[in-house]
């Protein structure tokens, strides 16, 4: 077997295959183990992927041997590969994380199954990224959905099957209209294979049939991105998921849902279509505005840290969708960008609240008082990811933005430029509320808090440094999406 | 109609049967429709199975739903536009059975003209869900294995218990109990029949896996839960559901360690085109011991909450 000619299929497989191994163990350690190794098997993939895309260009590998359209193709482009490479790296950096944590959130008899619905999860977002098939897209949308809802479900917190019902009834209302739309394209075209689907739409875009089901696909991608207003699900599900769970999905679910709008109006459609004909830049760029200001103000206001930056969350989705509007190559280039930059602050700042829930059993801000002499590194890793959101130089952070208010300028929209800063100002009051607390409060003297262990360490402090070297060292990342940006953009994926 | 009515009323237990109903005329217009094998699965999943289980929760709750909270305004705008929108797109569409319809003309010619040589049988719903577009129903398998595991992540890992064969049992319904006992094997029979004829006629592991599950939760709930612990004990149907699916990946392995792109059956056998059959064959019990379990598992779980509360 010839490894390199198989990767794109193994980065999804593995981890998909391991999810039954996982139940068939049935033992905790040994499935957190299978689930550890198998996701670092699937990132190593991946950063050959990244490796062998870019030096030879988009790789297409034919499911069960038959030649799209008529069988399923898996197609990576430089694109693909980076998002791929984003989501293996998160999973791998989180079961890390994980041992410590889910033994303490999860009752023992559940961890291999819980175990065994996170790399469903995992592998199902790798399929979305991976496949170059309209219809294979939303079979692993439903794996990594359900798998997730049932992952939300497991949070202490009785309010957490709130939550994940509420997802799921929304989540499955966007699925429902991503295969309404779906189903309108093969209807039209009578193929499912995006490339192909590109190729052929030019001809029936003028249809109301087309149209609609442009519609339907954005609304339905809009529900799983947590696009404003379509966003209520988000911080609720975030904030009472387990630990490892938020982290896992603040860092890669909404980025592939943005990956898969790009995807859509980018590739299916083609940037004249969707970004020209119809009105989805102005509509974009006013809902990205909105959710970024309006999630950024309602942050400032929470008492719970964990929804605090559930609702960064939200806003930051808003500052990617804002690249997306602007409708020119650097906004793109920013969304991308943005992409990477901001897995790499959501997974440290969840991964640092995870370790404080570890230790104190609950993340309000109350909880925060006098953290910072108790949790030192835990502390600093908050904050540095911090810096990172508001976008300080020179973290990543402050890359994305500057990219972002590079591209707003180039439209001449300076307005929108001024509102993008005045978002990173509002994120300065919520971080500073939480250092406020950390630092300046006066610790609980009744209880003894110890630093988190090593193994949740080592993944937060991998990310903080990852954060700034980034930051630094722009080479890959900025080169990585500026070639995505002119694929994307050059017709055609 | 009946989709009015569903929500309208607010015993649960109607809606649960009134929803049998509809899938049942869905079943009827899939039919209508010449999809043979969609109308199958609505028939054995929508108005079968998801009936039963649909009953089980009910149990577990009230009959009656709460009287809603929110103004319904909202949402019934929503559909509206929703549905609007719908229409809306069907004033350009090709019309039904129109031969020059783009899906008629692209991929689906080839599906039709060369899958019997190809993949080398005369169903060809089967040839493209199991071999063109094999991965999309590996895809969906798992999908069901997914949806087993998060009713037991929810609902609770069994453990073994003493069955209580008093409860769960209709005792003096005699007439219903031989009745049962002359389906029960009518039904496995059947199953088998659909798992194994699904190359030919309609069918496959989807809807065989379904009728096999329904056999069982037949028995039980006529003849208490004892007899069919014994056959298939609860703790076994989570790794029965998780080797359905790893018999299905383990196809796509052998593929690709010959060298081949994952699920290409034609790696397994000489022949390519009994490869096909075989890794197709193959991939369909997968499927089958995957719904089976996993229907099964869902019906336990339920029934088990039923006796603690």
Redesign the interface.
Known sequence: MNLTEHLPILVVIIPLMTAPLCVLLDHPRLAWFAALASSWVSFAAAISLVMQVSAQGPISYWLGGWEPPWGIEYRIDVLASYVLLIVTAMAALVLIFAKESVQKEIPEQRIAYFYAAFMLAFAGLAGIVATGDAFNVFVFLEISSLATYALISMGKDRRALNASFTYLVMGTIGATFILIGIGSLYMMTGTLNMLDLAERLPEVADTRTVRAGFAFLTVGIGLKLALFPLHLWLPNAYAYAPSMVSAFLAATATKVAIYLLLRAILVIFGIDFSLGLMPLDNLLLVLGLIGMLSASLVAVYQRDIKRLFAYSSVAQIGYMVLGVGLANATGITSTILHLFNHALMKGALFIALGAVAYRIGSTTLKDFSGLGRQMPFTMAGIVAGGLSLIGIPPSVGFISKWYLVLATLEQNLWPVALLVLFGSFLAVIYVWKLVEAAYFGEPDDTRTIREAPLSMLAPLWILVIANFYFGIHTDLTVGLATQATSALTGGGG | MIAIAIIRLRDLFAIVILFGIYSFLTAVLFMDLDAVDVAFTEAAVGAGVTTVLMLSSLYLTSRWEAAPRHSSFLPLLVVIITGA??V???????LYGDPS????????P??IQKGPTEVGMPNMVTAVLA??????TF??T??I???G??V???LG?QKPHKPRPELNTIEDEIVLKVVVKLLIPLILLYGLYVQFHGDFGAGGGFQAGVIFATGFILYDLAFGEKEVRKVVPAHWL??L???G??IY?GV??I????????????ALAHDPVHGQHLGVLLVELGVGITVFSVILLIFYVLANRRRQS
């Open positions: 929108v719908l809306y797109s069907t004033l350009d569409a090709p319809a783009p899906v008629h003309q692209h991929v689906a080839r599906y071999s063109y577009r094999g991965y999309d895809g969906e798992f999908v294995f997914t949806a595991l998060g037991m992540l929810l890992v989570p790794r559901a998780a080797l699916v790893l990946g796509g392995v593929s690709l360690l010959n060298n081949k792109p994952f699920l290409d059956y034609s």
